[in-house]
């Protein structure tokens, strides 16, 4: 099997997993080895579908402004969380593949392979809940019908996604590519960086 069908594997648990509740604050039990790429992988799903879910809820027209602001505080932490994860799973892949000697003519890709790994967990989101909407039968023949094409598309995108993916570990493996690491440095969440936090800090 290869990386991104583990992966993908690992994703489909996981997104199964959550919806046993469906619910926000299920504690997350993840059946790995902590610490392994696996754990991370799982762990990595887990916070894209529960923010996922958060983004449904925080978007119903009747919700509570205070429970709204909640969520979206909840949001950002979980895109920094999110942020973190994808930095620790490309630590994986620079140990990895650390030793190889890239060759003379190896070039580097336009996205590191966590982040490309980011985009099939939440591209297996997809794929499951645009597969509920198809399957619908309470509504429009044509609207289930729109629904089916684009899972359509959306699996051709996995398949098209994850050759990408395992393309790119066999070249960093031959030393046909090379990665480097630039950490993603968000400034909403420093109030060293942030204007709005550090403008209060100054006033105080």
Request: net charge neutral; charged share 30%; hydrophobic share 40%.
């Amino acid at each position: 099997m290869s990386f991104s069908q583990d992966s993908f594997r690992i994703f489909e648990r996981a997104i199964v997993d959550y919806h046993k509740t469906d619910d926000v604050d299920t504690p997350i039990a993840n059946p790995y080895k902590e610490k392994s790429i696996e754990f991370y992988l799982y762990l990595k799903n887990w916070i894209d579908t529960v923010q996922w879910h958060l983004e449904d809820i925080i978007r119903d027209p009747q919700i509570d402004p205070v429970k709204a602001l909640a969520i979206k505080r909840r949001i950002d932490r979980s895109n920094q969380d999110r942020t973190d994860l994808v930095e620790l799973i490309d630590s994986y892949f620079l140990d990895k593949f650390g030793k190889v000697q890239t060759l003379p003519d190896a070039t580097i890709n336009t996205e590191s392979p966590a982040w490309a790994v980011d985009r099939l967990s939440i591209l297996a989101l997809k794929i499951f809940h645009m597969k509920i909407e198809a399957d619908r039968t309470d509504t429009p023949a044509a609207q289930q019908q729109r629904c089916r094409e684009k899972l359509a598309v959306l699996m051709e995108q996995k398949k098209d996604l994850s050759g990408a993916i395992d393309m790119l570990l066999d070249d960093m493996a031959a030393g046909r590519k090379y990665m480097k690491v630039y950490k993603q440095m968000k400034m909403y969440n420093d109030p060293s960086l942030n204007p709005v936090l550090y403008g209060q800090n100054g006033s105080k």
